[in-house]
């Protein structure tokens, strides 16, 4: 009897090993972020908590005007057009740089505006959108994806996320401020974006050869403008319930809130690490059959399904055992609003997933209408919710937003509609799964 039926293909395995090395990376750096977000709570009480994660959050709302959201658009061209990558990544180096000079000045004025009295709210929120003037470096990562070399950004992220964390624990043991704890939150990424560059040089490629093109930078800008436009609105949707509730309640409720969320959302990692290394072989297989493209979507939107019922069913019975036995007492108000929060995890695992799939048929546009819908939906919601509720509040308007701009609106559009079924169907996996493991058909 032969084993030739479960030998891998040289492309498969090199798939299975990025998707290995980018789960590796995310379990280790999620789980080490996890338990350094575990240790800031408990050493600053959830007052400062809460202003440590509303400066994150106010920060990451313009990460998608420092970042154009090209990554994507870059790492398809960089598959599609590998001989072209010079002008590729030297005209989106540049790009970003004056985006990111310009995300810097606008997180800085935005909360001088929102919060003019407070002066040291405003220096935490400037030091942490410093990472904006060097993000840009970064974009050697769509490089390494496009080759499906995920391992080298990887270990430049472990280097970088190494050299933070011991600091962040020489802080903390000498009963650092907050101010100095931001400080180094901000120097991560710096450090990483060096460290990457040094990668690069690694495999005999030098940013000397980057060339910058006004065709082919106008052309990046044409691509990742509703990208942007759907980064700022799914950034929106993500964070305005931490800015809302800081802004309406007080940031002791944000502190109480981002433990619920860091707990649901610690578990996101699963589908970018996937969709990262399963990106370049779906757009492939577009080009070889219709068939065999639904089929890896399909696959694609079960296995994310299947995650993300093993997170909620495994974590709601034990939520408040988990909040009390790493957070403390004083977060055990965030048990409820986990209860709500857990609940995300379906619908953010399929639009996270799905997003391949938008870029590769060129929807991008519609991705924007989806997420923007879902922002303004959260907005509402969370000026209707959080007076009566407060963070519970949130939590509620957060997950009918997410299912609304993750799932429903795609329902709505005739573009749409046929892949949406097929989310529909990986939802629906509980009903599925059993007729499966039966034998009938699906």
């Excluded at 280790?28 to 996890?34: E, P, Y």
Aim: glycine share 4%.
């Amino acid at each position: 009897m032969t084993n030739s039926g479960f030998k891998f293909s040289f492309h498969q395995s090199k798939i299975i090993s990025n998707i290995a090395w980018l789960l590796i990376d995310r379990v280790l750096g999620t789980g080490m972020t996890f338990l350094m977000g575990v240790w800031l709570a408990r050493y600053l009480n959830p007052e400062q908590y809460g202003t440590l994660r509303y400066v994150i959050a106010f920060v990451a709302l313009f990460s998608p005007v420092a970042s154009l959201g090209m990554s994507s658009i870059v790492t398809r061209d960089l598959v599609e057009k590998p001989s072209e990558k010079n002008e590729l990544l030297g005209s989106a180096f540049t790009i970003q740089f004056i985006s990111g000079f310009f995300a810097a000045c606008l997180s800085i004025i935005s909360i001088k505006i929102l919060t003019p009295k407070d002066s040291l709210l405003c220096l935490f929120v400037a030091i942490a959108s410093s990472v904006f003037l060097f993000q840009p470096l970064t974009i050697v990562e769509q490089w390494f994806e496009s080759r499906v070399e995920s391992k080298f950004t990887i270990l430049s992220k472990n280097i970088s996320f190494f050299i933070s964390t011991v600091l962040k624990v020489v802080l903390i043991v000498n009963k650092a401020p907050l101010l100095a704890l931001i400080f180094i939150l901000a120097l991560e990424p710096i450090i990483y974006s060096l460290i990457l560059i040094t990668s690069y040089s690694f495999n005999q490629q030098s940013v000397k050869k980057w060339l910058f093109q006004r065709e082919k930078a106008k052309y990046i800008i044409k691509e990742t403008i509703p990208l942007l436009l759907t980064g700022l609105a799914v950034n929106i949707y993500l964070k305005i319930d931490q800015i809302m509730l800081g802004q309406m309640a007080d940031k002791t409720v944000v502190g109480v809130y981002s433990v619920a969320a860091s707990l649901s959302e610690i578990w996101f990692f699963i589908p970018i690490a996937f969709r990262s290394s399963l990106y370049p072989d779906i757009i492939q297989s577009k080009n070889l059959s219709f068939d065999l493209y639904q089929q890896k979507l399909q696959k694609f939107y079960d296995l994310m399904a299947l995650f993300a019922y093993c997170i909620v069913i495994l974590f709601l019975p034990v939520s408040r055992y988990l909040i009390l036995s790493t957070y403390g007492s004083e977060y055990l108000p965030a048990v409820p609003i986990l209860h709500v929060y857990l609940w995300n995890c379906i619908f953010a695992f399929q639009g996270i997933a799905q997003s391949a799939w938008l870029i590769s048929e060129g929807l991008q546009k519609i991705n924007f209408y989806s997420t923007a819908c879902g922002a303004l939906i959260n907005i509402l919601l969370n000026l209707i919710l959080i007076p009566h509720f407060e963070s519970l509040g949130a939590a509620i308007a957060s997950l009918i937003s997410y299912a609304f701009a993750s799932y429903f609106c795609f329902l709505i559009f005739p573009l749409t509609r046929a892949n949406a079924i097929l989310m529909t169907k990986a939802i629906f996996l509980p009903i599925r799964l059993p007729m499966y493991l039966l034998g009938k058909k699906l």
